[in-house]
């Protein structure tokens, strides 16, 4: 699928598959052969043909274009997720920022803005917002907020359906279509990700593993178990169990001494619900949300988490430790170590692993059993940001035309520019790396009952991991009625909203 060649065609050859993944899925879409007439092209390289907005430049006098976003943290377990992909002051010599710095300067001199943002500390956002949106006041002309805060401000009508917003094109391949496709409700979007984030594909949530460990127990190559569509909720179990050790021979495993199979976390046990091929919630023909949760399929899948959960001789799950010390810095450490054979991370941790020495893998997450067509990748809720516009903004003529500048744009500079420090730099180490990363990326699934959490069952499965809790029909069953009220609760609200 990925052939071995030289560094810049690699590079452009994962940017065009990965920009058109987020785009609908279909690596095959808006692409074209070399451009004969362009000296610079290498025979037979091939390249993603650009587009751009059928948008005219006007002048906005100065106008300053503010973005509200989330304020950076001091928290260990969180330095990773501030902004990186709104503005840049200067160029600086660091690629995304210097991305960011190249796209802002084409945008603000179209259309004679000056691109800034307003941070907030993020709990703080959404009483910000309908502070400011109740006193009608127009500061912010984008807001950002995480994809499980998007529920309730768009219940609170402070911000306004994307369908309708002049000047945005959500079928053009710079605004994610998986999005588009799963967060609508009954014919309305009010939160959109796009090519002017990164932090989406941070997001991600994949697995990890160590080569050195594979080697020395003599087990099956994991690239050629996912190949084989081999790589199972079984399979991960099954290998786990074969290396763990108690390495200081106290008699009991211990995170900080001892050998794993697998790091998990809380958010483990949700993510493989989407990855075993099913949701809490999906939607009708209608675009109307339904429970799909509770069925025998979902059961399995559970009762696999749970096998994996409970192994706290060959797992460790990371939030039992939470306030006891850094996990994320734990994580990194035991892994970094060899002292652990796999670990599930959203793909922004791997950063972390700049200076491991030994080689690692990445690969998709499981799937429930080797009957399941695709691997499938969540994108995990609690971090990334989505892209919604304020009913206050001031002109929603200009701010459309904005957004949809700056998302086409960073599609042909920040995204390359990501892909080359993160992708190239980090996650492929290997040839093989590169095929896993076609998988991960080619089907995205956003699961709306685990975003909107519908009746507390997300949360409830979220948290089962730590309280040990496995009864999953007994879970089910005690929110089964409140689910179905927040969903009618959530359609009657959007019913009433003006477009």
Not at 283 to 292: C, H, L, R, S, V
Not at 373 to 396: D, G, M
Request: proline share 4%; charged share 30%.
């Amino acid at each position: 699928m990925w052939k071995k060649i030289a560094a810049l065609a690699a590079l452009l050859a994962v940017f065009a598959f990965l920009s058109c993944s987020k785009a609908g899925n279909d690596p095959g879409s808006d692409k074209s052969g070399a451009d004969s007439n362009d000296p610079e092209k290498e025979a037979g390289e091939t390249t993603e043909a650009r587009i751009y907005p059928d948008l005219e430049a006007v002048d906005f006098g100065g106008y300053e274009f503010t973005f509200l976003v989330r304020t950076n943290t001091t928290d260990p377990d969180w330095t990773e997720w501030g902004h990186r992909d709104i503005s840049a002051e200067d160029q600086n010599g660091e690629i995304i920022n210097d991305a960011v710095y190249t796209r802002n300067k084409k945008i603000e001199e179209k259309y004679n803005i000056a691109i800034k943002e307003a941070e907030v500390p993020l709990l703080e956002l959404p009483s910000l917002v309908s502070k400011t949106v109740g006193a009608n006041d127009d500061s912010y002309d984008a807001i950002l907020p995480v994809l499980n805060q998007l529920a309730n401000i768009a219940q609170r009508g402070e911000i306004i359906n994307l369908f309708k917003a002049p000047n945005l094109d959500l079928e053009k391949p710079w605004w994610n279509q998986g999005c588009v496709k799963d967060l609508s409700i009954i014919g309305k979007l009010f939160g959109i990700q796009g090519d002017i984030l990164i932090m989406d594909n941070d997001a991600l949530e994949a697995m990890i593993f160590n080569k050195t460990l594979i080697s020395e127990h003599e087990l099956e190559n994991p690239y050629d178990i996912v190949k084989s569509g081999e790589w199972t909720f079984g399979k991960l179990i099954e290998m786990s169990k074969t290396v763990s050790k108690d390495l200081n021979g106290d008699g009991k495993m211990y995170i900080k001494d001892d050998l794993f199979g697998c790091i998990i976390q809380a958010d483990t046990n949700v993510s493989f619900i989407s990855s075993g091929g099913e949701k809490i919630c999906a939607k009708d023909e209608n675009d109307y949300p339904m429970i799909t949760f509770g069925n025998e399929r979902c059961y399995r899948i559970m009762e696999a988490i749970s096998d994996l959960m409970l192994d706290e001789d060959n797992v460790v799950m990371l939030h039992r430790y939470m306030g006891v010390f850094p996990i994320y810095d734990e994580q990194v450490k035991m892994f970094s170590e060899n002292r652990a054979l796999f670990s599930w991370l959203r793909m922004r941790i791997v950063e972390r692993l700049r200076g491991m020495e030994t080689d690692f893998g990445i690969i998709p997450q499981p799937k429930l059993d080797k009957s399941q067509e695709k691997y499938i990748t969540s994108n995990n809720p609690h971090v990334p940001p989505t892209i919604t516009i304020p009913r206050t903004a001031s002109n929603l003529e200009r701010t459309g035309m904005i957004l949809e500048d700056l998302c086409a744009e960073s599609r042909y500079t920040l995204q390359p520019a990501y892909y080359e420090i993160n992708l190239r730099g980090k996650f492929v180490r290997d040839d093989d790396s590169q095929e896993m990363l076609d998988i991960i990326l080619s089907n995205t699934v956003y699961d709306i009952g685990y975003i909107y959490d519908f009746g507390g069952l997300g949360g409830a499965i979220l948290w089962s991991g730590m309280k040990k809790e496995t009864n999953y029909a007994s879970m089910f069953e005690k929110t089964e009625k409140a689910m179905q009220k927040a969903i009618d609760k959530t359609i009657e609200a959007y019913e009433k909203l003006e477009d």
